[in-house]
């Protein structure tokens, strides 16, 4: 049970982080902004699930890896563009979370697959998979309301919001890209696995804001600070509130 929970904690998580920071910085309506999504997220995992097996055979095994760094890419770009473009923040965020969907959810399915035959499991799975519904639920409504009433003193907290969420798929694509050997990770600067373990709830809370990682690279710290730092110095002031 526990690790279904986990599982799905550390899935779910950064979706409902995205989504309920969307919905409360533009306040589209919860159909206006999922509508799309879903239907983005479908033309994007139909084919996915169809080639699956020729995706996670190709480019020597590494078919998966190559397509979630270029997603993670695409969601970060698409953060950038709603840092930076008033006009298209609502599709960019769209976009963005098509992609944490498209990614997640792959990941969820693989996952099942793994315990299909474990017949044994399935009520510690059903028990940890409700149990992670209700926890993300919370924290999604949590998370919504923080932030409305944050929001009314601290004018600029969409933008700070905004930044670590971008800064965090720019890590994971980083992270991706590092695993292929695109770029070089360059040398580990600390370590806090004996004080916050990834793996801990916490640590999946904060993964999901802002890409923890106990271990980090120098690359992804740079990735991580550029990312921040535009999407700080792209909105502009008086423009945090739409």
Same mark, same amino acid.
């Given at each position: 049970?526990?690790? %279904?929970?986990?599982?799905?904690?550390?899935?779910?998580?950064?979706?409902?982080?995205?989504?309920?920071?969307?919905?409360?910085?533009?306040?589209?309506?919860?159909?206006?902004?999922?509508?799309?999504?879903?239907?983005?997220?479908?033309? /994007?995992?139909?084919?996915?699930?169809w080639?699956?097996?020729?995706?996670?055979?190709? /480019?020597?095994?590494?078919?998966?890896?190559? %397509?979630?760094?270029?997603?993670?890419?695409?969601?970060?770009?698409?953060?950038?563009?709603?840092a930076?473009?008033?006009?298209?923040?609502?599709?960019?965020?769209?976009?963005?979370? &098509?992609?944490?969907?498209?990614?997640?959810?792959?990941?969820?399915?693989?996952?099942?697959?793994?315990? #299909?035959?474990?017949?044994?499991?399935?009520q510690?799975?059903?028990?940890?998979?409700?149990?992670?519904?209700?926890?993300s639920?919370?924290?999604?409504?949590?998370w919504?309301?923080?932030?409305?009433?944050?929001?009314?003193?601290?004018?600029?907290? #969409?933008?700070?919001?905004?930044?670590?969420?971008?800064?965090?798929?720019?890590?994971?694509?980083? &992270?991706?890209a590092?695993?292929?050997?695109?770029?070089?990770?360059?040398?580990?600067?600390?370590?806090?696995?004996?004080?916050?373990?990834?793996?801990?709830?916490?640590?999946?809370?904060?993964?999901?804001?802002?890409?923890?990682?106990? &271990?980090?690279?120098?690359?992804?710290?740079?990735?991580?600070?550029?990312?921040? %730092?535009?999407?700080?110095?792209?909105?502009?002031?008086?423009?945090?509130?739409?």
């Open positions: 049970m526990i690790n %279904s929970l986990l599982m799905w904690l550390r899935e779910l998580l950064p979706l409902v982080i995205l989504l309920s920071f969307a919905l409360a910085w533009l306040q589209p309506g919860l159909r206006a902004l999922l509508l799309p999504v879903l239907l983005q997220t479908a033309l /994007l995992l139909l084919p996915a699930w080639f699956l097996d020729e995706l996670l055979s190709s /480019l020597d095994g590494m078919g998966l890896d190559w %397509s979630y760094c270029m997603l993670y890419l695409i969601g970060t770009l698409s953060l950038l563009v709603a930076r473009s008033r006009q298209y923040r609502q599709r960019a965020l769209s976009l963005s979370l &098509t992609v944490l969907c498209g990614i997640h959810l792959l990941n969820l399915s693989l996952y099942g697959t793994g315990l #299909w035959h474990e017949a044994s499991q399935w510690a799975i059903a028990t940890g998979t409700a149990l992670a519904l209700g926890i639920a919370s924290i999604a409504v949590l919504y309301y923080l932030l409305l009433e944050l929001s009314v003193k601290l004018h600029w907290l #969409w933008r700070l919001v905004l930044a670590l969420l971008c800064a965090r798929q720019a890590v994971m694509a980083v &992270t991706f590092t695993q292929l050997d695109v770029i070089n990770p360059g040398p580990l600067l600390w370590d806090t696995e004996p004080w916050l373990n990834e793996s801990s709830e916490l640590g999946y809370l904060l993964q999901a804001l802002l890409g923890y990682e106990a &271990t980090p690279s120098l690359a992804q710290l740079l990735v991580f600070l550029m990312a921040a %730092s535009a999407v700080m110095l792209w909105m502009q002031e008086g423009s945090d509130e739409s």
